[in-house]
């Protein structure tokens, strides 16, 4: 079970999902988050916050466009829509929501390298 509901992809989309889409969107929540565990292992050991966020967002951009198409056109007009939604896909932005940069304290730290003017 997914530490997002489909309420939370409801509020996302500032809409009520219908029957057969929150079906939709709790199966999406489960397989964002094998992708989070399969990457970062339990995610009883993430921010739970974060973890909330990835999931609805990937969710949301999937309900968005369900179909996964890349670009959209009327007459003359075309526009492209983002492809990360052909399945639901965690982009790297989120990721490092999950992954905070490594400090002192929570992992390796690097000393920069280059003059003086680094530090400041």
């Not at 339990?42 to 739970?48: I, S």
């Amino acid at each position: 079970m997914s530490v997002a509901s489909y309420a939370d992809v409801e509020i996302e989309l500032g809409r009520t999902l219908s029957d057969s889409e929150r079906a939709q969107v709790e199966t999406w929540l489960d397989r964002a988050e094998r992708q989070i565990v399969k990457r970062l292992g339990p995610v009883a050991d993430l921010d739970q916050g974060a973890v909330l966020d990835v999931e609805v967002m990937a969710v949301a951009a999937k309900t968005l466009n369900p179909e996964g198409y890349e670009s959209e056109g009327v007459d003359d007009y075309r526009y492209k829509l983002p492809t990360e939604t052909r399945r639901v896909t965690i982009v790297d932005e989120w990721w490092d929501l999950l992954t905070p940069a490594p400090t002192i304290a929570n992992g390796p730290y690097v000393v920069p390298l280059g003059g003086a003017d680094v530090w400041s």
